[in-house]
């Protein structure tokens, strides 16, 4: 073979993982990908039952139940929309009730928030960025202000 | 040690690191050897004031000088002396002064053992190491001085996070910022041979032990944040594919790349174009790792104390280094020359193969990390790329580098033989799927991914080994001379197949782990018990128990197997006074290389606790398999043929230009 035909087969094997990584990846994150909802913005949808969220707010006060078999039941609130969550698992250190808190999972039919993960922060001093910015939407934090 | 000393010595870093910027590339571009050679001074200096001005920092911690607004910020008098001393560290402008140190202490190394490097290449370097302290001494010096007072000091700090008051920070960041900033002398290298407009086959010579070395740390560094995140978070994960994790993956999927490109150009003078390519992406990815990790502009489990306001200007320094390099390499790649031609199935073409693939998972990870930026800046939305994702693309792409590993150091040089490799191969072949089968029996039918997943990390494994064998020539020589080989293999040879055999120890885990776990989440009673993995776990008591800074509430469980006792675990509620912030302290039985973890959550109504309890078998191999591939990687560090500072081949009298000049390597089986 020539040095011109093994620099053009390096270069059209090179180009031809580039579009397989390329078509993965498409491929990938159109499939994979999980959207950002507040409360009050899946009130105003009517997400449908079954869609996968991740679903960002405060943990309501006086909202969290127990019971004794590490089922949970709590609120999360934006301040312009409330939904029902329901989570089956030990809470993250760091939730707390008026606290920021994000739950991954999805819609059930009645309307109720399914979570298979909850996630708090590892620092008390820090909300998460899109919890944040859900409730300086709703105007309940502006910033500058002390944290809620 | 007073605080103003600390400042004060970071202030004239900063003004040693400009001079070391401007002195020895001024004095490579006029030819001036007087002025080339103060840049060796130059560097040891910034090194020795970095470091007074960091153990100005440690000291004021360790002395609880409570006049330090810093030290108020993130320590506690009642913190033991070890959690004083890593809490350095534990902050924003710690950490970054930390990284400052490095950065001067690997300067400071190269002035030292570079000895054997031309003037002009060395004082290139030392000069782009001199740019980038400055860029960053800047950076503390006008965003986060770590030595502001507080006027009047209070009485007492506000304590540090508490998840960071454990062994693991002492570990971990050390190592990752020893790999991250040790790709910075690699990017010099990139930088000055492109700036001098030329490269040959000696310069990979002298950058591999520095990408070695800093490869080798983030591998230990990645693997110690993994194990820390494992046992201190309670969740029983190892990886999460988190903004933060991905930062430190895709510098290490561009380093693996290049410690392999780098052995092309030194023993073949090919892929130069890409190798200084692959050294510049791997310190610029390093860089946008600080600045996401920093700036806080992703949401992740594990960032602590971020600021997104100061990372606008570590973008500035990202932008400012990462384009520069770029432009240089845009303008100045085309005048160097390419050399050394192979076949496509050749040691070259494999080792094309694996930089192609490598780069292509560290892109994909890019792509999933970055397009939740991208998206939000572009329309708003607000979305997250989850592990479902990462473990396609980044699955997808490992799985051929991983099959091909084993037949890569098989292949020889220019033009190789795949039938005659595959032959040999055949009693790897033969184990892997004996493994695989072994692995079908043993979980009874079944998802075919343990089974497949087992084979190929036995393949890896066993494949190493059979590169050993071959090159020592076992079976096709005596015993005798076989064994004499052996004996004379390069060191490097050996470093390399530990390394490949780590990959499939840590692949071996990985699987392992993913396919077999069992998880019980439960509320249990004092003296109630469940089950787990085959293990039956009693609740036997709760007590509490007092620490110096914090209240345990612990659960101790005895473990039991088939009626026969296994040991006990004790797992804690510990909560942290200064802060009134609890943590998990998850409890860990290692059982073989399989683990029992346990973790106790909040009371429950009625008396009874929560409890997650995971049976996790082989886990441990996931960073044992880290441990060897680092422990491959300093093996061939101590190959006197990459010692730095080894005799350069001169002594012969006419060193023969290009590939095959390597009289300094006992070269028994290339």
């Not at chain 2, 001036?32 to 090194?47: F, I």
């Not at chain 2, 030194?266 to 992406?281: F, G, H, N, P, Q």
């Not at chain 2, 996790?616 to 006197?640: E, Y």
Request: hydrophobic letters at 50%; a positive charge; proline letters at 6%.
């Amino acid at each position: 073979m020539t040095r011109k035909g093994r620099r053009l087969l390096l270069i059209s094997g090179a180009l031809g993982v580039l579009a397989v990584a390329a078509g993965l990846v498409l491929f990938a994150l159109s499939d994979t990908i999980v959207f950002f909802r507040s409360p009050s913005e899946i009130a105003a949808e009517r997400t449908a039952p079954g869609t996968r969220l991740r679903l960002g707010g405060l943990v309501k006060d006086g909202s969290v139940v127990k019971s004794d078999n590490t089922h949970v039941r709590f609120v999360v609130t934006d301040g312009g929309g409330d939904l029902a969550v329901n989570y089956v698992g030990l809470l993250p250190d760091l939730f707390r009730e008026g606290q920021g808190v994000i739950a991954e999972g999805t819609m059930a039919p009645d309307g109720t928030f399914t979570a298979d993960s909850v996630l708090a922060k590892h620092d008390e001093n820090y909300m998460p960025k899109e919890v944040a910015d859900a409730l300086k939407k709703q105007g309940v934090w502006k910033e500058g202000e002390g944290k809620p | 040690m007073n605080p103003e000393i600390g400042h004060y010595a970071l202030v004239l870093s900063l003004a040693v690191a400009i001079l070391m910027t401007v002195i020895p590339i001024w004095g490579a571009r006029s030819g001036d050897e007087a002025l080339m050679r103060v840049g060796s001074t130059l560097a040891l200096v910034l090194a020795g004031f970095v470091s007074l001005a960091f153990a100005a920092l440690v000291s004021a911690y360790v002395q609880s000088d409570f006049s330090v607004l810093n030290v108020v910020e993130n320590s506690h008098s009642a913190k033991p002396l070890l959690y004083r001393i890593t809490g350095t560290w534990g902050n924003h402008e710690g950490s970054m002064l930390l990284w400052v140190l490095v950065l001067a202490v690997f300067g400071a190394l190269v002035a030292l053992f570079g000895t054997n490097l031309p003037a002009r290449l060395k004082a290139n370097v030392l000069g782009v190491q001199g740019s980038i302290a400055v860029a960053f001494l800047l950076f503390i010096l006008l965003t986060s001085n770590p030595f502001t007072r507080v006027v009047p000091p209070p009485a007492e700090g506000n304590d540090l996070n508490p998840i960071l008051q454990d062994i693991g920070l002492a570990i971990h960041p050390p190592l990752l910022y020893l790999g991250y900033v040790g790709f910075s002398i690699t990017f010099a290298f990139a930088v000055a041979a492109l700036i001098e407009g030329r490269i040959d086959a000696a310069w990979a010579r002298w950058v591999r032990p520095w990408a070695l070395a800093a490869w080798g740390f983030l591998t230990l560094g990645i693997a110690m944040g993994s194990y820390w995140a494992y046992y201190e978070l309670g969740w029983g994960g190892w990886w999460f594919w988190d903004p933060v994790e991905n930062a430190s993956l895709m510098p290490w999927f561009a380093g693996t790349a290049l410690i392999h490109s780098a052995v092309v150009m030194e023993k073949r003078d090919a892929l130069k174009v890409w190798t200084v390519l692959l050294a510049i992406l791997a310190f610029s990815l390093s860089l946008l790792g600080t600045f996401l990790v920093r700036s806080g502009v992703l949401t992740s489990v594990h960032a602590f104390a971020t600021d997104p306001s100061r990372g606008v200007f570590i973008l500035g320094i990202l932008i400012f280094f990462i384009g520069g390099s770029l432009a240089l390499y845009a303008l100045r790649a085309p005048t160097l020359r390419q050399g050394g031609i192979f076949a496509p199935v050749s040691r070259e073409g494999a080792l094309v193969l694996n930089n192609l693939l490598l780069t292509a998972a560290a892109a994909a990870v890019l792509v999933g990390t970055l397009y939740p930026l991208a998206l939000e800046a572009f329309n708003g939305e607000k979305i997250t790329v989850g592990p479902p994702y990462f473990n396609l693309t980044v699955g997808a792409l490992m799985l051929p580098v991983v099959f091909a590993m084993p037949f890569g150091p098989l292949l020889a040089w220019k033009r190789g033989d795949l039938a005659g490799a595959a032959q040999r191969m055949m009693a790897a072949f033969g184990l892997a799927i004996v493994a695989g089968a072994l692995a079908l029996w043993a979980q009874g039918g079944g998802p075919l991914l343990a089974p497949f997943g087992m084979g190929l990390a036995v393949f890896v494994v066993i494949g190493a080994a059979v590169e050993i064998v071959e090159r020592a020539g076992f079976g096709r020589l005596p015993a005798a001379t076989a064994f004499a080989r052996l004996r004379g293999l390069p060191r490097s040879a050996f470093g390399g197949a530990l390394a490949h055999a780590g990959i499939g120890v840590c692949l071996f885990g990985i699987i392992a782990e993913t396919s077999w776990n069992a998880e019980r989440i439960t509320g249990v009673k004092v003296g109630g018990s469940f089950e787990v993995g085959g293990y039956e776990l009693t609740l036997d008591r709760l007590e509490p128990r007092n620490g110096p800074n914090y209240r345990d509430l612990v659960g101790v469980f005895s473990v039991r197997k088939g009626g026969v006792d296994a040991g006990t675990i004790e797992s804690a509620k510990r909560l942290f006074t200064a802060r009134n912030m609890p943590t998990t302290e998850a409890g860990i039985r290692t059982i073989g290389f399989s683990q029992l973890y346990v973790s106790v959550g909040d009371e429950l109504p009625g008396g009874a606790v929560g409890v997650r309890a995971y049976w996790k078998p082989f886990v441990t191999l996931i960073w044992i398999g880290a441990l060897i591939m680092a422990l491959g990687g300093v093996l061939s560090l101590s190959d006197r043929r990459l010692r730095v500072g080894a005799p350069k081949p001169a002594k012969k009298p006419k060193a023969r230009p290009g590939p095959d000049a390597d009289p300094a390597a006992p070269v028994p089986a290339e």
